[in-house]
């Protein structure tokens, strides 16, 4: 079993920055990657960020990828999403989950444990 757990998300200032964290516990067997969703109200998740574990290869949505980067610490098992230049419309609930791919994909049912989801509002 793996479980992940999302810290980091809180009340930001348009333009300001936060960092997520997704802690991740329980045998990890084979390759994976690991991903960041988010969901504001009233629209669909979507699709963040994803890394690959081993090799770092990194995916990010064209909404967020001048301002957002993703990384790993293989020590400690955690993911993050640095998050810079926050602007409202970033407000929603973001998810970190983990896909039994070597490859990093985009597709959400290929992600099979999720996170709780953690919320960030940026304020303007």
């Known amino acids: 079993q793996v479980q992940l757990v999302e810290s980091g998300g809180g009340l930001v200032q348009a333009g300001g920055s936060l960092r997520l964290s997704c802690a991740a516990s329980?045998?990890?067997?084979?390759?994976?990657?690991m991903g960041w969703f988010r969901q504001a109200p009233g629209k669909e998740r979507e699709f963040v960020a994803a890394i690959s574990w081993i090799g770092g290869t990194a995916d990010y949505a064209t909404s967020v990828k001048d301002r957002f980067i993703i990384s790993r610490d293989g020590t400690k098992n955690t993911g993050y999403l640095q998050m810079n230049s926050l602007k409202p419309e970033d407000t929603a609930v973001y998810y970190c989950?983990?896909?039994?791919?070597?490859?990093?994909?985009?597709?959400?049912?290929?992600?099979?444990?999720w996170g709780q989801g953690t919320q960030v509002t940026v304020s303007s």
């Open positions: 329980g045998r990890a067997i084979g390759s994976y990657s």
């Open positions: 989950a983990r896909a039994p791919t070597p490859w990093v994909t985009r597709i959400t049912d290929d992600y099979r444990y």
